[in-house]
């Protein structure tokens, strides 16, 4: 059976164009597709080098590892210098490669006439629905009827919460089996809630500031579970993996960010991530996950309430529509 056998020299050269041609189209074109978004991810020109200088690194440490692949590999470099493929050839060759890495050069250090970089909306909306915009979080202002029950579950030491949390609660009651279960929320809210149950003159608005505290505390825990990573324990877009993106994670303490939008496009951001902004928030779109798809609804109110007393924010208030 015929094989064709390629030249050392020229299969490496064939490496780093297939390396090339595979970071910097293949690439972002499979993100597309995994992404759904309508345009391709770009590899970052830094990302590139690095990807060829490596590819180049490999080919060298190959191409050394011994001597007969050397000499193979140098074989059609010396044919072209003594003028095997002729002398014509040689010197186009010789001539036109270092007018070509001149041009190239010049290419990139000459200054150019650009339109400006668009800019970043901060809060794109064009596909926030509508019907969104007057949504309150229902944590923080519990009802009569959710007050009562919270009540009820309080006097039975059986208050109910996020699977998250049932872990390192039930481990503390082991430890702490004389005290309410609610005492591993030591605030003072908390405090004032369960002096008055010991005493029997229990205060709506008092068990209502409790049970305010107690979604805050569990919102709390959702935060560093889940948004801590980016956006810190200040809340500040400072986590451990912020420098990893070419858009840092927005700071909630910012007046800019948090404080001018109503809470149910807060809700919808959360909700939907970064996939699910409109057009106009390209090329800077969010890295955040969508998630509605890992967190219930009463999770993710749960970590907005959570976001917004941790930054000391308050939300806007909803415009009245007539």
């Known amino acids: 059976m015929f094989k064709m056998k390629i030249n050392r020299f020229w299969s490496m050269i064939l490496t780093v164009f297939v390396v090339y041609l595979f970071v910097k189209i293949i690439i972002p074109a499979v993100s597309r597709e995994i992404t759904g978004l309508p345009f391709p991810l770009t590899v970052p020109g830094a990302l590139v080098f690095i990807y060829m200088l490596l590819a180049i690194i490999s080919i060298f440490l190959y191409v050394t590892f011994s001597d007969d692949i050397l000499e193979e590999f140098l074989d059609p470099i010396k044919k072209f210098l003594r003028g095997d493929y002729g002398s014509t050839f040689r010197t186009v060759v010789l001539c036109g490669l270092p007018l070509f890495i001149g041009w190239q050069v010049y290419e990139v250090l000459v200054p150019k ?17 509508k019907s969104s915009e007057d ?31 049932e872990a390192d609660i039930g481990f503390w009651a082991e430890e702490n089996s004389d005290s309410h279960m609610l ?22 608005e008092t068990a209502k500031n409790a049970l305010v505290e107690k979604n ?7 935060y560093a579970m889940n948004c801590r990573p980016c956006h810190g324990d200040s809340v500040s877009g400072d986590g451990p993996m912020a420098d990893g993106f070419k858009l840092r994670p927005i700071n909630f303490t910012d007046n800019g960010t948090i404080e001018t939008i109503v809470e149910g496009y807060t ?36 970590i907005i309430l959570a976001e917004y007393d941790l930054a000391e924010k308050t939300p806007r208030i909803p415009e009245v529509h007539k």
């Open 216 to 222: 805050l505390f569990e919102g709390r825990a959702l």
């Open 183 to 204: 005492s591993f929320i030591a605030t003072k809210p908390m405090k004032e809630f369960l002096n008055e149950m010991k005493a029997e003159q229990i205060n709506e």
């Open 267 to 302: 809700f919808w951001r959360v909700a939907n991530g970064g996939r699910g902004l409109p057009v106009e928030a390209t090329p800077w779109d969010s890295a955040m996950p969508q998630w509605k798809l890992n967190l219930t609804e009463e999770q993710r109110w749960k």
């Open 135 to 165: 949504l309150k979080n229902p944590f923080a202002d519990p009802t009569d009827a959710e007050v009562n029950a919270f009540i009820e579950q309080a006097k039975a030491n059986q208050v109910p919460f996020i699977p998250q949390l």
């Open 113 to 129: 006439n650009e339109l400006p970089s668009s800019l970043r909306i901060q809060h794109p909306s064009s596909n926030f629905p």
